[in-house]
T-cell receptor, first 114, second 115 residues
Framework: NAGVTQTPKFQVLKTGQSMTLQCAQD?????MSWYRQDPGMGLRLIHY???????DQGEVPNGYNVSRSTTEDFPLRLLSAAPSQTSVYFC?????????????FGPGTRLTVT | AQSVTQPDIHITVSEGASLELRCNYSYGATPYLFWYVQSPGQGLQLLLK??????LVQGIKGFEAEFKRSQSSFNLRKPSVHWSDAAEYFCAVGDRDSGTYKYIFGTGTRLKVLA
């Protein structure tokens, strides 16, 4: 299994541009989430999904959109990038069906908005 | 509201010394508790977890943690630190009651190991 994969690894955007961060998992996990990591602030939840077709907002959802059309994929969209969205983004997945919900993290995407 | 506090932003220890990283949480019931490690430029790797049962849990790389309900703490320990343990460590609480499977992370403790 590849686990959780994220693309791209690095991205530089100009203010106002849009882009999609890709996240995929091959573990058949129901639950997927997106976090952003900023220095001194730990990881903060942006959006999460408990299954295909079901998404909800986390702690810092503004400026981001998500959708979950399949179990495997959970893309994160920035519609109009802002410098405040410069961060490292992590995708994670887990399955409560395993009796607990340890989250498995992808390698991250480092995004810079100029 | 649930919260996680890691009071130490930076910790420096000498190689071979013992280590304790502190984590305090605020949660209405017994939470799911986790410790993750992040090496520079890498993703997060699970060190250990607590769900129920024995309050002393063993993890990978020689780490252990003890759940103390009375102190709302879940401190991470290692008896002898290796240079390769230099990394950032995150404590996290899982919301087991809402059914949303959300995690709340602490702000992290960066560990530096002196040779």
């Amino acid at each position: 299994n590849a686990g959780v994969t994220q693309t791209p690894k690095f991205q530089v955007l100009k203010t106002g541009q849009s882009m999609t961060l890709q996240c995929a998992q091959d573990m058949n996990h129901e639950y997927m989430s997106w976090y952003r990591q900023d220095p001194g602030m730990g990881l903060r939840l942006i959006h999460y999904s408990v299954g295909a077709g079901i998404t909800d907002q986390g702690e810092v959802p503004n400026g981001y959109n998500v959708s979950r059309s399949t179990t495997e994929d959970f893309p994160l969209r920035l519609l109009s990038a802002a410098p405040s969205q410069t961060s490292v983004y992590f995708c994670a997945s887990s399955s409560p069906g395993q009796g607990y919900y340890e989250q498995y993290f992808g390698p991250g995407t480092r995004l810079t908005v100029t | 509201a649930q919260s996680v506090t890691q009071p130490d932003i930076h910790i420096t220890v000498s190689e071979g010394a013992s280590l304790e990283l502190r984590c305090n949480y605020s949660y209405g019931a017994t939470p799911y508790l986790f410790w993750y490690v992040q090496s520079p430029g890498q993703g997060l790797q699970l060190l250990l977890k607590y769900f129920s049962g024995d309050t002393l849990v063993q993890g990978i790389k020689g780490f252990e943690a003890e759940f103390k309900r009375s102190q709302s703490s879940f401190n991470l320990r290692k008896p002898s630190v290796h240079w390769s343990d230099a990394a950032e460590y995150f404590c996290a609480v899982g919301d087991r009651d809402s059914g949303t499977y959300k995690y709340i992370f602490g702000t992290g403790t960066r560990l530096k190991v002196l040779a």
